[in-house]
């Protein structure tokens, strides 16, 4: 009794001085999130300011400690160092065209394998479903070497079909477009149907359309997925002109020797800078995409 | 050196280490099915009736329609690769029958199971250059071509540091060639030494490193005590000397030694060195870190001297590694090794490959770009080379040093993921000082042990 009374006493005077004490607590609660944020903020820019700004300073200058945060006098040369320690031009042609081919391919499998799923009817289609799931839950490089086999048997080490084709199908991919498209209303499908439009008129005008957030989400994972792929592309390769970009930044290390760390921060920024303006651009809609798939589906 | 690479990280992408997990795990199989009748007899290119292809390869117009085509895969990236690169071209532009090409792929950790995959698939490279940690577990593979038949009289162990030669001999068949060799030194900051009075060299011992150590200490960098020693934390190499200073070692053979003796006791000196006495801890790299001057002394290969010479503010001094019961100094770096299962024509075209890269001058061309230690006891009489062994006493240190050098414990090179049980040991003992060295050293022998059961049967079929 007397704890309850105490808390309505309590409560009372909390809701005499209510608008006050709220605005109190609003502010607090403002500069706490907003350091947090800051915070969280610092933790994912810090190592890629660090990056970007050792691109840019004398290969002595990166170890001094304290460290240097800005670089005073840039250090361009470093850019140049890597470009022709390696023929980064190559690199970046074939990272482009393995992207590029890869990427449209990833997409063009997952959104049909994605629509067959939902709104197809055909036998085992569960079974199937389940048997997908369970290769993606199959790490890569379990399957490494037993890909190199048969792509060496077709004939297709160290060419661009060798880069692409295994891993042309993404099953995360299909999963994600296949959740969203289960959460498009029925009717709207339906009410194509009535006014007869076949499979490849409900694709392309009716759910693509709709699919849009997630399309973007794929495709971006897609991308850098591609760009980024390291192994396989260097176990598939044999040829420098066949290289990709990430592979590139190999031929700047020196083994058990002292590496040129200024021009592997310069070539990590070449890599890098690419899919982070992708990223931003496209930004947006990757979260959008990926909230809307979780929340509905 | 670490291997590790910055990269810009994507989603559900295996990481490095559970790829070499991965490929350890694969190399432990036998790589080829249809080898496994026994070590190759001495006639040379009768392989298994499996005569394997070859990777492919693409001749610039000027080297088009050779006789024959060479490749070569390499594991050396940066300023080394390019060195390795240019000897290459040279050997092109010698001789007009044979076209080599130098296909760089990764590091030892990836080119190895690259390598396995490749012998899988029939399609392999012709010269295949291996650390010497890792050619063994090829040899007990049965892949290996013997290269006896190829020496001449002019070209054979009497031209190479014997000692370096002999590592790849199993019994007296050689079986993989030397190459890039280097052994540890002891690096020291000789201004810190000058500033407290210390006399201008290495240690003679680790206890008189400690007794320096106290003195170092007072020192102070960027406002922090100088560190006396910074210990390799990613290696196992520089590990393996200290034991050997104290009088142990890794294994005998095969027969696991690491949790007795010596070794147990060079650990919990280095403990106590880094967390009661406060003068040594496990650094990321411990080259750069002494570049930088934070450090006072530590052990790095001969081939980071030029690195750190572009990086130290300091006079820099080089010794031999410090004793303690005895010395000790192992052998690092890589060599050549061919295929068996290779037709004739290419074997005999690689094996002239690697008597180019073996004559004096080119060794000496090699040592100067690289680094690497002269493997030619000719090279080092070629003028560029002397003249910079004279002039530099840094250079001549790890000559002066190398016939106290020895090759590895054979676990480190035989049991395919040997090193990342042992490192794996070192990095709990180097982290924390209530870590019981000899419990760790238990486990760490224990699943070596687990090993070596696997591989002990081919082992003996070369060395038994």
């Known amino acids: 009794m007397a704890i309850d009374e105490r808390t309505t006493s309590q409560e009372a005077q909390r809701r005499r001085t209510g608008p006050n004490t709220r605005d109190g607590e609003t502010v607090v609660r403002k500069v706490l999130l907003y350091a947090a944020l800051v915070a969280v903020a610092l933790l994912f820019i810090g190592p890629l300011y660090w990056l970007f700004s050792s691109a840019l300073k004398e290969p002595g200058d990166i170890y001094q400690y304290p460290p240097h945060w800005v670089p005073l006098r840039p250090h361009v040369e470093n850019f140049a160092n890597a470009w022709q320690a390696a023929p980064f031009g190559n690199f970046f042609m074939n990272s482009l065209i393995v992207t590029a081919g890869g990427a449209a391919i990833k997409l063009v499998n997952a959104t049909l394998t994605a629509y ?7 036998p085992f289609k569960n079974v199937l479903f389940l ?95 591609m760009w980024n792929d390291f192994i396989w592309p260097l176990i598939v390769t044999n040829t420098v002109e066949m290289r990709t970009l990430p592979i590139g930044l190999l031929y700047l290390r020196t083994t058990e020797g002292y590496s040129n760390w200024g021009a592997i921060m310069a070539g ?29 589906g | 050196m670490s291997n590790r690479l910055p990269r810009h990280s994507s989603l559900r992408r295996p990481s490095r280490r559970s790829f070499l997990g991965m490929t350890a795990a694969g190399l432990s199989v036998p790589i080829l099915g249809s080898c496994a009748g026994g070590v190759s007899s001495s006639d040379d290119g009768e392989g298994g009736g499996n005569e394997l292809g070859q990777v492919d390869i693409s001749p610039p117009s000027k080297y088009r329609g050779r006789d024959v085509n060479v490749v070569m895969w390499s594991a050396m990236g940066g300023v080394n690769g390019e060195a390795l690169d240019a000897l290459v071209e040279k050997f092109n532009e010698s001789q007009d029958s044979i076209y080599a ?39 007990l593979n049965d892949v290996l071509e013997p290269l006896n038949g190829y020496l001449t009289d002019d070209f054979n162990r009497d031209n190479y540091v014997e000692a370096l030669f002999d590592e790849g001999l199993v019994g007296d068949e050689l079986y993989w060639l030397s190459y890039g060799r280097s052994t540890p030194l002891f690096y020291y900051n000789k201004d810190a030494f000058a500033e407290i009075g210390l006399p201008d060299r290495g240690p003679e011992t680790w206890t008189e490193l400690r007794e320096w150590g106290a003195e170092l200490s007072k020192l102070t960098v960027q406002g922090q005590p100088l560190k006396v020693h910074a210990f390799t934390g990613d290696d196992d190499w520089q590990f393996m000397s200290a034991a050997w200073q104290f009088g142990g070692s890794l294994s005998d053979g095969l027969d696991v030694t690491i949790n007795t003796g010596g070794a147990v006791d060079a650990a919990a000196w280095q403990q106590r060195f880094i967390f009661e006495d406060q003068m040594g801890y496990m650094a990321e790299s411990s080259a750069v870190d002494f570049g930088t001057g934070v450090v006072a002394t530590t052990i790095t290969s001969t081939g980071a001297l030029r690195g750190i010479y572009e990086n130290a503010e300091f006079e820099v001094g080089t010794a031999f590694l410090p004793a303690e019961v005895t010395t000790g100094v192992p052998t690092g770096g890589m060599g050549f090794s061919l295929l068996r299962d290779v037709p004739q024509e290419r074997k005999d075209a690689a094996f002239e490959v690697l008597k180019f890269l073996g004559q004096p001058d080119n060794a000496a061309e090699w040592s100067l770009a690289s680094g690497y230690l002269p493997i030619v006891k000719a090279a080092v009489d070629e003028p560029e080379l002397a003249e910079q062994i004279a002039e530099d006493p840094n250079r001549s240190t790890a000559v002066e040093q190398l016939p106290m050098a020895q090759g590895s414990d054979a676990i480190r090179s035989y049991l395919p993921n040997g090193t990342d049980i042992i490192i794996s040991g070192l990095q709990e003992i180097f982290s924390s000082g209530s870590a019981d060295v000899q419990s760790v050293f238990d486990r760490v022998a224990g699943e070596l042990e687990e090993g070596v059961e696997r591989i002990r049967d081919d082992y003996d079929r070369y060395f038994g």
């Open chain 1, 116 to 122: 067959a799923f939902v709104f197809l009817r055909f």
């Open chain 2, 101 to 139: 090409e130098v296909q760089f792929q990764g590091n030892y950790h990836e080119s190895s199971p690259k390598l396995t995959a490749a012998l899988r698939a029939g399609a392999v490279p012709d010269i295949m250059m291996l650390a010497d940690t890792f050619w063994g577990r090829f040899l």
């Open chain 1, 131 to 225: 048997v997908m799931l369970g290769a993606l839950m199959v790490p890569n490089n379990v399957t490494l070497i037993v890909n190199y086999i048969t792509v060496s048997n077709l004939g297709w080490i160290n060419t661009y079909l060798g880069l692409i084709i295994p891993s042309a199908g993404s099953i995360f991919g299909m999963f994600l477009l296949r959740q969203y498209m289960m959460t498009l209303p029925r009717d709207i499908i339906e009410a194509a149907k009535v006014d007869g439009a076949g499979h490849i008129r409900t694709l392309w005008q009716v759910v693509l359309p709709m699919c849009k957030p997630m399309l973007v989400t794929v495709a971006i994972i897609a991308i850098v997925d």
């Open chain 1, 268 to 296: 990590t920024v070449m890599v890098a800078l690419p899919m982070l303006i992708l990223f931003l651009f496209a930004q947006r809609h990757i979260v959008r995409g990926l909230t809307g798939g979780a929340v509905k």
